[in-house]
């Protein structure tokens, strides 16, 4: 049981490059979510899916794109990478039903430059 | 939407002493309040959640007190150990899917 898994761990992209982060839960969850994280500014939501089929904005959307591609999998995508991009991204799963635990992956280290 | 404000954004103390967190939120409707501990370069990890029907919540050496009139929650640490540095959030959620709305994060450091 490997919980919510992410790939890459890092990457460096240049401004204007593309590219999709991947996420993975393997406990059946209903609902994900995709976060960034900088310094002095917590965690913040830029897209959730709360089930298969469905994503819905956060609260920094703007740049990026979603796919639920089945229950298990929800990447995330930067169709031009911007240099305020660059961030710490974290995936997260709970089973959806009303407010309870968020389990989230290891993280994904994006620098932009 | 709702806003979480978290204080302080680093904290020092001594092995042994105790450690206070606390945040606020602006969205009554809010009624699950989790804290989150984040060592370096993991993602966050629950550590003890309150629902808006209890006023109190302990786990062994920690604790949580939410104030749903003042719309304010803290955490608490007793006997703080080296192992307890690492940073924390506070979040606030239970309207929609589960969603949450975290705090900006404390540096909680412990010196032996």
């Known amino acids: 049981n490997a919980g919510v898994t992410q790939t890459p761990k890092f990457q460096v992209l240049k401004t204007g490059q593309s590219m999709t982060l991947q996420c993975a839960q393997d406990?059946?969850?209903?609902?994900m979510y995709w976060y960034r994280q900088d310094p002095g500014m917590g965690l913040r939501l830029i897209y959730y899916?709360?089930?298969?089929?469905?994503?819905d904005k956060g609260e920094v959307p703007n740049g990026y794109n979603v796919s639920r591609l089945n229950k298990r999998e929800f990447s995330l995508r930067l169709e031009s990478a911007a240099p305020s991009q660059t961030s710490v991204y974290f995936c997260?799963?709970?089973?959806?039903?009303?407010?309870?635990?968020?389990?989230f992956g290891p993280g994904t280290r994006l620098t932009v430059t | 939407g709702e806003n979480v404000e978290q204080h302080p954004s680093t904290l020092s103390v001594q092995e042994g002493d105790s450690a206070v967190i606390k945040c606020t939120y602006s969205?009554?409707?809010?009624?699950?309040f989790p804290w989150y501990k984040q060592e370096l370069g993991k993602g966050p990890q629950l550590i003890i959640d309150?629902?808006?029907?209890?006023g109190e919540k302990k786990d062994q050496r920690i604790a949580v007190t939410l104030n749903k009139t003042a719309k304010h929650f803290s955490l608490h640490i007793t006997e703080t150990q080296p192992e307890d540095s690492a940073v924390y959030f506070c979040?606030?959620?239970?309207?929609?899917?589960?969603?949450?709305?975290f705090g900006q994060g404390t540096i909680l450091t412990v010196h032996p």
């Open positions: 997260a799963s709970s089973d959806g039903t009303g407010a309870g635990e968020q389990y």
């Open positions: 406990m059946n969850h209903n609902s």
């Open positions: 899916s709360a089930s298969e089929g469905t994503t």
């Open positions: 969205d009554s409707a809010s009624n699950y």
């Open positions: 309150i629902r808006s029907n209890v």
């Open positions: 979040a606030a959620g239970g309207t929609s899917y589960g969603k949450l709305t």
